[in-house]
């Protein structure tokens, strides 16, 4: 496509209304991909709340032994429902939210290259997580099965059941056409100049996300829409007593669901690669082997599924496979934390906010991958599967590593999308309250699963009491700091020390030679990349 | 269970280093329970061949991973302190690759995950060996209690949640979990099995998926309809060991223990002798 025309010609043609219509009808009818963008962020910090108290209400009430404040099926739907509203409402709409923003900007493009169906990959979630949370209130409860839907388990869903499956096919939907979007946006749309080798590595870390989700989430609607048909037009693919096969679903899922974890956690790796070398004044290390990297990562991810899944009774030459070919995945995640170890090598480093969330992804996502390295040894993994020592692993990778991502993210570009610098010392602030309260919470589970605490229970012997009470402060002490985030965001958008177009001291890359707020619409004229 | 049970030897020396070695970073970033238990940091050793391998290549494992990181995070600490604007550090902007640093932080991961890989695998390959068997029994998950068959025998029994705990785990009971003993680790009627022989254990479900898991055994497998696993423990020490279900079942997925007495070959033999008596009574009548 030849983009400088295009966009000329489109120029000419909107001369006369710069801005973005008023009210909400802006917000509603929206093709601009920084409109949408925001709609993508709040949405996701929305969620964050929502999954955030379903998830403090599971801490409340494994605050002590016994049960105190719910029932042990409703503490089901909590665990089932904030692992789906976190996953699939939160951290991928809040990346997507950062692709919309970034990646035009990032590669000189006037826009998203799909801006329609942009708006309606975006507006399809509020309804999509409206029916999913709304199953709370229809007889016989929301899902309570656990996220992972195993039959036949989740066949025992209420009414809830047909609106979740619902939901998540909906969801997938949007997470398919956001992830066209971005592929169309970064294949064609590229200034010129700008080769697949020049381009950020935010932009490349999404390249390759967008292609696991469109390998990934059909799958998962496969796999969904077999359990309805089970369900209600009398098949019998997950049963056993119809001939077949209850583990033929953990394969579905799971052929999914490790994809899955790397298209949460590659945006963040990309943000952190933008973070470090601001903040070391000194270009990413190795920037070639992490473009490898990532790749690699994404090819790895649908070769190692099965890890999940090793007390099913698979044959030994499955769990020989599985278990090495997990293995395999330390070695190019390695080869980014010492590139990024190698970006702060001798620099010159600051400690604005961004970068002390880069640096707490940088240390708690590699203690996230320890324990993640222990779990690839099979024999291990039978003590240590479905147990707390899971439940502290994946939020090490998911909260300091992807979430922390998206908030290092989020103070790196503010400046540039509100035109105003945010609060450096609530910032901060908030920066050291989520670092010690993220180790509060889970570091203690690493022990109570070690010691034998099974996870998605309700109440547990007293043994484990001591971890828990610390587990338990440590989330609402991890909640109650997101609030001063809001604050600080809403203190930023209403106003602050202007910002400069680069914003920090030299930074690298294109959004930054356009001025803060950036404009409505950026790049009409397509910039030169030399 | 966690728990050392009265006969189970004390840990060994090294399961202490560990466990304090775990704990000084908890200490520092969450302050230390009043009680502190040591045994309540780290796995158990527990009492099979195979909980002990287990155990094993988790130290091993931890050590590894713990001698990575501290090589890691030592380099990342002396780079946020020696590299600092504040102290007047200059960015090198000339270094930006090298494909020998590269190469040798390939290779070198390379070379600890294959000796890893040669650790675990034929551990895993004994573990999954259960020839020489001397006795085969079944197990079988329901919502929510287990049944258990002693094959060729006509036993069986089926093991639900103590009456005590039962009562305690109610919304509001009013009973402090604490007075209860072995709070959701009891059951009306263990399984019991006789101390230094090989059992291998077939494990399948009625309803929904459920796990069958005792931490000292380190056995943990699924129980799922339509299959038939297998696994295998032998228990050379009496005792009583605890465990619970590990895959979510339903509301009362914590509520259903795993409890299994070790008792000697002799006493077993009663047991089992005794067990038959009233089902030949039953079926004379």
Redesign the interface.
Same mark, same amino acid.
């Given at each position: 496509m030849s983009t400088a025309t295009t966009h000329g010609h489109a120029h000419d043609h909107h001369d006369d209304h710069h801005g973005p219509a008023k009210g909400l009808m802006r917000w509603v009818t929206t093709t601009n991909h920084k409109d949408i963008g925001t709609l993508y962020l709040v949405f996701a910090l929305v969620m964050l709340f929502v999954g955030g108290a379903m998830a403090l209400i599971i801490r409340l009430e494994l605050f002590q032994p016994g049960l105190q404040f719910v029932n042990p099926d409703f503490f089901n739907q909590m665990t089932t429902m904030h692992a789906l509203i976190m996953v699939f409402g939160m951290i991928m709409p809040a990346f997507v939210g950062f692709a919309n923003w970034m990646i035009p900007m990032m590669i000189g493009a006037p826009d998203m290259a799909l801006p329609r169906l942009n708006n309606w990959s975006f507006w399809i979630l509020p309804f999509a997580s409206g029916i999913l949370v709304s199953t709370l209130f229809m007889d016989g409860g929301g899902p309570a099965g656990g996220w992972t839907l195993y039959p036949p388990l989740v066949l025992q869903t209420g009414n809830a059941f047909p609106f979740a499956i619902f939901a998540v096919h909906l969801l997938g939907m949007s997470s398919i056409m956001g992830a066209i979007n971005i592929i169309v946006t970064i294949m064609n749309m590229r200034a010129p100049g700008m080769t697949l080798l020049k381009m950020p590595l935010f932009v490349w870390t999404w390249l390759i996300t967008a292609y696991l989700l469109i390998g990934a989430m059909p799958v998962l609607a496969g796999g969904v829409t077999m359990l309805l048909t089970d369900q209600f037009f009398g098949t019998s693919f997950f049963s056993a007593a119809g001939g077949g096969d209850p583990v033929l679903f953990q394969h579905i899922f799971w052929f999914f669901g490790h994809p899955e974890v790397y298209i949460i956690i590659l945006p963040a790796f990309g943000i952190v690669s933008q973070i470090i070398p601001t903040f070391s004044r000194k270009p990413l290390f190795g920037y070639d082997s992490m473009v490898y990297a990532t790749a690699s990562i994404g090819f790895l991810s649908y070769i190692v599924w099965a890890h999940h899944m090793f007390t099913v009774g698979m044959p030994l030459a499955g769990m020989m496979f599985f278990m090495l070919s997990t293995m395999l995945i330390a070695i190019p995640t390695g080869v980014k934390v010492f590139n990024w170890l190698s970006t702060m090598w001798r620099g010159s480093l600051t400690f604005e906010t961004p970068m002390l969330f880069a640096i707490g992804f940088l240390f708690l996502f590699t203690i996230g991958g320890f324990s993640g390295l222990m779990l690839a040894i099979t024999p291990a993994d039978f003590q240590y599967h479905d147990t707390y020592f899971v439940v502290a692993h994946f939020h090490y990778v998911l909260v300091p590593g992807a979430l922390f991502g998206a908030l290092g993210g989020a103070y790196y570009w503010l400046p540039k999308w509100t035109g105003h610098m945010y609060d450096e010392t609530l910032g901060k602030v908030h920066f050291w309250m989520s670092a010690i309260f993220v180790n509060v919470t889970f570091f203690p589970q690493h022990f109570l699963g070690l010691a034998g605490m099974p996870r998605r229970i309700p109440d547990y012997a007293t043994q484990f009491a001591d971890w828990n009470m610390v587990s338990s402060i440590g989330a609402f002490g991890f909640g109650f700091a997101q609030l001063l985030f809001v604050y600080v965001v809403i203190k930023c958008v209403r106003g602050g020390k202007p910002a400069t177009a680069e914003v920090w001291d030299n930074p690298e890359g294109l959004e930054w030679t356009v001025p803060s707020p950036a404009p409505y619409h950026t790049f009409d004229e397509a910039p030169v990349i030399k | @269970?966690?728990?050392p049970n009265p006969t189970t030897p004390s840990p060994a020396p090294r399961r202490a280093t560990l466990a304090s070695a775990?704990a000084l970073?908890?200490l520092l970033?969450?302050?230390l329970?009043? #009680? =502190? $238990?040591w045994?309540?940091?780290?796995?158990?050793v527990g009492v099979t061949p195979?909980s002990r391998?287990?155990y094993d290549? /988790?130290m091993l494992?931890?050590w590894i991973?713990t001698i990575?990181?501290v090589a890691?995070?030592g380099? @990342?600490a002396y780079?946020?302190v020696a590299?600092?604007?504040?102290k007047g &550090?200059? =960015? %090198?902007?000339n @270094?930006? /690759?090298?494909t020998a640093?590269?190469i040798i932080?390939?290779v070198i991961?390379?070379v600890i995950?294959v000796f @890893? =890989?040669f650790q675990?695998?034929p551990?895993? !390959?004994r !573990?999954?060996d259960t020839r020489n068997s001397e006795m085969t029994i079944k197990i079988t998950g329901y919502q929510w209690k287990w049944e258990y068959e002693y094959l060729n025998e006509g036993v069986s029994l089926f093991s639900s949640l103590a009456a005590d705990s039962n009562a305690?785990? #109610?919304?509001?009971?009013g009973? %402090?979990? #604490?007075s209860v003993e072995?709070?959701?680790?009891e059951v009306d009627e263990p399984l019991v099995v006789p101390a230094g022989v090989k059992i291998r254990y077939l494990i399948t479900a009625n %309803?929904?998926?459920h &796990?069958w898991?005792v931490?000292d055994f380190?056995?943990? #497998? $699924?129980a799922?309809?339509?299959?038939v696993?297998?696994g295998w423990f032998q228990v050379d020490e009496p005792g009583i060991y605890r *465990?619970?279900?590990?895959?979510?079942? *339903?509301? %009362? /997925? *914590?509520?259903m223990p795993v409890v299994v007495k070790v008792v000697p070959k002799a006493e077993f033999d009663a047991w089992l002798a005794a067990r038959k008596a009233p089902a030949a009574v039953a079926a004379a009548n």
């Open positions: - | @269970m966690p728990h775990l970073p908890a970033l969450a302050g329970p009043a #009680r =502190a $238990d045994s309540l940091l780290n796995m158990p195979v391998e287990v290549l /988790h494992i931890l991973c990575i990181a890691t995070f380099a @990342m780079a946020l590299f600092r604007k504040s &550090a200059v =960015a %090198d902007t @270094m930006t /690759h090298s640093a590269e932080w390939t991961p390379v995950l @890893m =890989a675990a695998a551990a895993l !390959i !573990i999954e305690a785990r #109610r919304k509001n009971a009973i %402090d979990p #604490r072995n709070y959701l680790l %309803d929904v998926l &796990a898991w931490p380190a056995v943990k #497998r $699924d799922i309809p339509g299959y696993n297998e *465990g619970q279900c590990a895959e979510l079942c *339903g509301k %009362d /997925h *914590g509520f």
